[in-house]
C-alpha cells in the first residue's frame, strides 16, 4: 500500500512582510451591514487561502437562534455540501482544543475522531488545520482550513499566520456586529421618537376633544366645530407619524429557506413533502420572516403533535408572497400559538402581512403566511 508523502511546507520566508489587515480591508471594502453572513464569511475564508497555503477554509460559528453550531462561510468547498453538517464541541475535539488552549491545532492522524465523520469524508480530509476565531476572551468560532485533501506539514512561520488571521477575523466580526448593534439602537431611537410625537400630537388632542365631549353643558356649534377640527388634526398628525419608513432590520439567517426545507426534508423522522409553486422565489427582505415561520411551525409540531407528514407550500404571484404549513396528528386541545408565532405574526404586521394558525380538516393544523409584495411604482 503506498503512503502518501506529507506536502513541504514552504519556507517561513514567504509569509515575511505579509500584511493581513491590507487583505482584509480589500476584500471586505465593499461589504456592507447589509451584506449577508454567509457573503461576508466567504470573504474571510478567501483571505485565509490567499495569505497562506490553504487552498479549501471554512468558518463554523454558534448560531444561537437555532441553538446549534453550522457552517456560516466557506472558500473553495460548495456551501451547499457544509450545510448540512452539524459539528459540535464534543465531536469536534480539534475546535474545542483549539478554542480552550488558543492555538491552532492541525491534525493529521486519527482525522475522523478530530472532525464529524461527513466532514472528512465529504471532503476527503487527510491534514486539517483548526485556527480560533476568538479575541478579547470572546470566541466567535473557528477556521477549518487544509490544502485541498492531500496530506501536509505546517510551519511555524504559517502557524503563527493562521493564528494572527483568526484573531483579524474575530476583530472584524466584532465589529461588524457593533456596527448592526449601532444601527438596532437608531432604529430603536426612531420608535421612541414616533411614540413620543405621537404622544405629544395626537394624544393631547384626543385628549382635549374628550374634555370638551365629557362636559356637562352641551356644546355650542362653535365648540363642535373646534372638536371635529381637531379630530381631523389629529388624523392628520397620526397619519403623517405612520407614514415615516421604519422598515425594522432584518435578522441575518446565514441562509435561505429553501435550503433549510431542504435540510429538513432530508432529516430522519416525520416525511416532509415540499411543493414549491414553479419558479416562486423568497424575496430578500421576506427570508427571515419565512425562516422565522417555518422553524416556529416545526417547533411546534414536534412539541404538540404526533405526525406521520408535514406538508409545505411556498408560492408567489403578482400581488403575495405565502408559505404554508400543515401537518396530521395534531393532539386535541391544541392551544392558540406560542410566543415564537406571535413574534412571527408581529413582524408580519409591519410588513403588512399576516400569520394564521389552527386546526383544518379534523385533526390537521395549518400555520399560514402572507405577504404582499412592494409593487413598484413608474
Known amino acids: 500500500m503506498s503512503v502518501e508523502q506529507p506536502t513541504a511546507s514552504p519556507p517561513p520566508s514567504l509569509f515575511a512582510g505579509v500584511e493581513p489587515l491590507e487583505v482584509f480591508v480589500e476584500l471586505l471594502a465593499d461589504i456592507d451591514m447589509h451584506t449577508s453572513p454567509t457573503e461576508f464569511y466567504d470573504r474571510i475564508c478567501e483571505a485565509i487561502c490567499r495569505l497562506t497555503t490553504m487552498r479549501r477554509a471554512a468558518v463554523f460559528m454558534a448560531d444561537a437562534a437555532r441553538r446549534r453550531v453550522r457552517a456560516i462561510g466557506s472558500h473553495g468547498i460548495p456551501f451547499e455540501q457544509l450545510s448540512g453538517i452539524r459539528p459540535t464541541l464534543v465531536n469536534t475535539p480539534i475546535a474545542q482544543r483549539a478554542l480552550l488552549e488558543d492555538k491552532v491545532v492541525v491534525v493529521s492522524e486519527g482525522i475522523e475522531e478530530a472532525v464529524p465523520l461527513e466532514y472528512a469524508q465529504l471532503l476527503g480530509v487527510t491534514t486539517l488545520v483548526c485556527t480560533p476565531m476568538s479575541a478579547g476572551g470572546y470566541a466567535y ?23 494572527t488571521l483568526g484573531k483579524t477575523a474575530a476583530l472584524v466580526a466584532a465589529a461588524r456586529n457593533v456596527t448592526r448593534q449601532q444601527e438596532r439602537m437608531r432604529r430603536l431611537g426612531e420608535r421612541l421618537d414616533l411614540a413620543r410625537e405621537i404622544h405629544e400630537s395626537v394624544l393631547q388632542r384626543l385628549f382635549g ?25 389629529a388624523l392628520s398628525d397620526l397619519r403623517r407619524a405612520l407614514e415615516r419608513p421604519l422598515a425594522p432590520l432584518a435578522a441575518e439567517t446565514g441562509t435561505t429557506l429553501a435550503a433549510e426545507l431542504e435540510r429538513v426534508r432530508k432529516s430522519p423522522g416525520v416525511v416532509v413533502a415540499v411543493d414549491w409553486h414553479g419558479e416562486s422565489s423568497v424575496p430578500a427582505d421576506l427570508e427571515p420572516l419565512a425562516q422565522s415561520v417555518l422553524a416556529e411551525a416545526l417547533r411546534n409540531i414536534a412539541k404538540h403533535a404526533h405526525p406521520t407528514r408535514v406538508e409545505v407550500a411556498v408560492s408567489r404571484d403578482q400581488q403575495d408572497f405565502t408559505l404554508e404549513v400543515r401537518n396530521d396528528g395534531a393532539r386535541p386541545g391544541t392551544g392558540e400559538a406560542g410566543m415564537g408565532l406571535r413574534l412571527a405574526a408581529f413582524e408580519a404586521l409591519q410588513q403588512g402581512g399576516a400569520v394564521e394558525s389552527g386546526p383544518v380538516d379534523g385533526d390537521r393544523w395549518r400555520v399560514r403566511l402572507v405577504v404582499p409584495l412592494q409593487q413598484d411604482v413608474d
Open 141 to 163: 468560532g473557528v477556521i477549518c482550513a487544509d490544502r485541498g485533501g492531500g496530506r501536509f506539514e505546517l510551519s511555524d512561520g504559517e502557524r503563527h499566520l493562521l493564528w
Open 209 to 233: 376633544v374628550s374634555l370638551a365631549l365629557g362636559a356637562e353643558q352641551p356644546l355650542d356649534r362653535a365648540e363642535r366645530e373646534r372638536c371635529r377640527v381637531e379630530m381631523q388634526e
